[in-house]
């Protein structure tokens, strides 16, 4: 089975310029979540979706990000205008309520960074 | 964001040598998780814990949901040079699909 899909592996952007992360969940998978890894602030949970509804978008830092979930195989994580702060690495990761919504299984991630 | 209390940090042992790490909270949680991650990938779970007291095994690994609700640790028997990598705890506070994460134990392993 193929697990959690994240593209583009790796980004490199100047400042100010649209940068949109996507990932694919495993099938049949009803929640998605995206995170931040950083060495100053760890895992962060920027956004997460039942359904494709989005469910709690707390954690999303500022109105520059933006996250979609059109259908239940693909979200997007938009950066816009993207800033060197949010140089990180982001994951996707995907979990169903059928399997156990609390095991959330993880995508390789996408490093992105903002010069 | 709110994050859970890990330790140690990080931890340099030899190959054979038992490790032990855990995580504290503030907070009760309902479920407790451990995760690895290796240098470019995205965190494994690892073992899943869904009642308090609960010791569950995984090959060389144990960990143990605290009685208190408020915390879990993680053993690792005889270790070897593959389980070089970040551990992460996560706790699943009540009422919620979150998961709230630890600021992880770097482990490093010599042959």
């Known amino acids: 089975d193929a697990g959690v899909i994240q593209s583009p592996r790796h980004e490199v952007t100047e400042m100010g310029q649209e940068v949109t992360l996507r990932c694919k969940p495993i099938?049949?998978?009803?929640?998605l979540f995206w995170y931040r890894q950083t060495m100053m602030r760890g895992l962060e949970l920027l956004i997460y979706?039942?359904?494709?509804?989005?469910?709690?978008d707390s954690g999303m830092p500022e109105d520059r990000f933006s996250a979609k979930m059109p259908n239940a195989s693909f979200s997007t994580l938009k950066i816009q205008p993207s800033e060197p702060r949010d140089s990180a690495v982001y994951f996707c990761?995907?979990?169903?309520?059928?399997?156990?919504?609390?095991?959330?299984?993880f995508g390789p991630g996408t490093r992105l960074t903002v010069l | 964001g709110q994050q859970l209390n890990q330790s140690p940090q990080s931890m340099f042992i030899q190959e054979g040598e038992d490790v032990s790490m855990n995580c504290t909270s503030s907070s009760i949680f309902n479920t407790w998780l451990w995760y690895k991650q290796e240098p470019g990938e995205g965190p494994v779970l690892l073992i899943a814990l869904y009642k308090a007291g609960e010791l569950t095994s995984n090959g060389r690994l144990t960990a143990q949901f605290g009685i208190t609700r408020k915390d879990s640790f993680l053993n690792i028997s005889a270790s070897i040079p593959s389980d070089v990598g970040i551990y992460f705890c996560a706790g699943q506070p009540y009422n919620t699909d979150k998961l709230i994460f630890g600021t992880g134990t770097r482990l490093q392993v010599f042959p």
């Open positions: 979706f039942n359904n494709n509804v989005p469910i709690d």
């Open positions: 990761a995907s979990t169903s309520t059928s399997h156990s919504r609390h095991e959330q299984f």
């Open positions: 099938s049949g998978h009803d929640y």
